[in-house]
Structure formats: structure tokens, C-alpha cells
């Protein structure tokens, strides 16, 4: 089932028809319907906790910027996402650097633009901050990710707090890190941080490592670091076999679970990313070949994984329909990309007639999908247009 506004998006009735606009592309693209973004940003303001969009899921200029303006803070794990989000119009003070392989230049660079938390995943990380920070002469501000060793029930590749993941400060590894933080002024423990995993649909994934953490945080206040902030992260799903109509009506539960559960005064960061963007993105691709198989009849399109690679990274769905619907049975094809590789398919679909040229939109692709997006066998990045208050851009 398409939502309205995935309706409107494709049949024109809003200010903007895509059947038209498609006309004169010549390449598939990404159209981003801001307005979505923007709601649910309003939506995760309401939460009362500080909310800092994880950029890593789309770092598209307009959003930024757009986010920004709402009063979201930013959640970096680069130094080309820091750089991004500061010409985007994020204070130092708006953002959170998290990432596990932030190094010297990194590190160097945030500390010098005074942000506003360093989130360290390891003790080395930890013991190179307090050395750059003490060769500058200023006092970092940080918190430490802790793996809480939570299996969150999502796929295994982005599961990010399995006892041998590679992300976060192994929960048992926390007792030396504070006794080493004793002695050391260069760094002032904020707070502590979590996230672990993504696409998460349970939110009682969420209540139980709020409980987790909450009580970490009385443990190491007890201990004599005077926290202020507890940082839960992201990862709040989506249903991407359905359209996001229901979405926002989830957000008080996930809130609850969030914000109820910690039983703390701590100062309370969300850093969502897919929830904010994954709606609001469709990836318009043409059909190159419906080509006959054996048993199965391709449809050729000219987007693979080089323009989404969620398929092929972890079996992800996206719902596709095409722009043209034509009357008459539905028929399956097997839906692929033009990449000289196996993977690179969107899977089965059950759709209205295809013919070469027509146009599909492959929804729900706002997050981690031009992000990822790259050049294998020479294809081009596809261009984003984003719609907002009736202005359609590229950048
Ligand atoms: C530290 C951190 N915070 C936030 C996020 C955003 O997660 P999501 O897009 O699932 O909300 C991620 C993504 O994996 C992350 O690694």
C-alpha cells in the first residue's frame, strides 16, 4: 500500500509531478520530500530530550540545514560529516562526535572547534584524547560508549553490541577506564553513551537498555564522576513492507521506553537517523531490459547497489512500484540492478506490466541510500532533489 503522499508524489497532485519531471532525466535519482523529515524532527522534539540527528544517514546539504533550523543537534562520525554539518549551519556546541576509529587529526580537529561531546569507544581512543587535549591546554568534553552486550533483534550486520562487536567500551573494561579517568585532568566525563543496532522494531529493546544504562550511570556517579548526560542513541526502525502512515504514532511508546526507564536526572540525548529520513526518500531508477529468464523475467533497472546498497548489504526490502500503472494482471519479476554482481538485486516483486523506460520509484530510500551510494563499475552518483514548501532543488 502506497500513503497519500507517496500517491500524490507520483500521480502530481502535489505542487510537484514527478511523472512529468522524469521526462527529462536521463539518470536515476533520489527525490527527498522534506517535509516528512521536518514532521518527524518536530515530533522527536517534543520527546523533551536533546535530539542530535545521526548524519551518517543522510548528509544531504538541505536536510541539514533544514534540521538544523528545527533544532536538532547533529550526530557525526567523521571529519568530513563534522566539516558537513558546520557548514550546514551546526555549532560546535550542536555536535556529538561519535565513530570508532576517530584518530589524532579527528579528535585534534573537534577539540580545537570545542564541540559539544566527544563520545570515545575505547580506551586507547580515551588515552589519545587526554594526550591531544593536554597538548592544547583544554579540558575535553566526552562520554564513553559502553557495549551493554544487548543482541538487539535486528539483522546481524548491524547489530552493534554483540560481546565481539567491534563498537563501544566493553562493559568490563569500565572499572580501569574510571580509575585511569581519576587521575587525569584533561578530559571531563559528561556522560555515558549507548547504541545497539539499528532497525530496531521492539522498543522494549529500548526500555531495557535505558534500565541498563541508568543504572550504570548511578554506579559511576556513586563513584565520584559528577555525569550529566546520558546519551541512548539511535535506532528506531521502520516498517519497510508498509508505508509510513502509522509511523509517528509509535513515538510515544518508543519515548517511554526511552525516557522512562533510566530513573535518573541525567540530561537525555537521542540520536535517531533512520526514523527521521528513511520516508521521506524514493530512488527513481528506469527500466533498461525486461529480459526472460528460465523460469523468471528480469526487470533490468538502471540503479544497482552503486545507488542503494541496503539490498545487497543486509537483504534489506523496498517496496517499488512503477510510475506507469498499467491495467491488466500483475506479473513477477525478479527486480535487478545493471552491476556485474549476483547481489546487486532488489529481489521479487509482484507488479503491473513493465516495459524498457518505464520509470519505478523504490521507496522508504531516505536513509543510508545515496549516503552509501558509489561508483562501482564507473556508474554515476544519483543527483538528490529535495521538495520543501513548494521549492525543488538539486544539489
Ligand atoms: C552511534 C550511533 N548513533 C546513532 C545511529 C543512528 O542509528 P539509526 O539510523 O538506526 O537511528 C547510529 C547508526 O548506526 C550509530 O552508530
Redesign the pocket.
Known sequence: MLSNSEWQLIEGATAWPLKTFVQNQSRAFYVYDLSDARDRARAFKKSGARVHF?V??NSHARLLTMLKAEGLGA?V?SLGELVKALACGFAPEDVIF?GVGKGREELSFALQKRIFQI?VESFEELQLLSRLAAEKGVVADAAV?INVHVAAPTHKN?Q?ATEESK?GLDIRQLPDVLTWLKAQSSVRLKGL?V?V????MDVGVFQEVSRKMGDLYREVTAAGFPLERLDL?????IDYHKSGDNDLARLPEYFKANLENHGTNAQILL?????IVARMGVLIAQVVHVKRGVNLQFAILNAGMNALMRPALYQAYHRIEPLTLRPGPRQVYNVVGPLCESTDTFGGRELPELRPEDWVAIFDAG??GAVMANTYNEMQIPAQWSLLDGRLEVL
Open positions: 545521526a551518517k544517514a550526530d562520525v561519535s563520545n560508549r548491524i552493534t563498537f553513551a547504541h543496532g539499528s532497525q530496531i542513541g539511535g535506532g528506531l526502525g540520536e535517531p537517523g533512520r526514523f536513509a543510508y
